[in-house]
Nanobody, 115 residues
């Protein structure tokens, strides 16, 4: 595997929940911060959550208290649990290292929050 591979997106009603999964490529997973980015229509891609080398996390203000990033080092997987979703969360979600490496972007997974 040479690209991040995202899955788990879908259509959800406001207030609903989704869990996204990301398969991490390469062999440096345990030593590199990884994060979730999103890109809404007409907007630039932004980092919304990331997990650091020793496991601490950071979140963009708009998702604090609603999103939780986690990882499984043995499986080289990163997850994003999203609760209390709103239409403003509608975007294509990507994972990558933090800072991102351009050659590693996957296709992303679409999250649509709509009633």
């Amino acid at each position: 595997q040479v690209l991040f591979e995202e899955s788990g997106g879908g259509l959800v009603q406001p207030g609903g929940s989704l869990t996204l999964s990301c398969a991490v490529p390469g062999s440096i997973f345990s030593f590199s911060p990884t994060g979730w980015y999103r890109q809404a229509p007409g907007k630039q891609r932004e980092l919304v959550a990331h997990i650091k080398r020793l496991g601490s996390t950071n979140y963009e203000d708009s998702v604090k208290g609603r999103f939780t990033i986690s990882r499984d080092n043995a499986k080289k997987m990163v997850y994003l649990q999203m609760n209390g979703l709103s239409p403003e969360d509608t975007a294509v979600y990507y994972c990558n290292y933090v800072p991102a490496l351009g050659d590693y972007w996957g296709q992303g997974t679409q999250v649509t929050v709509s009633s």
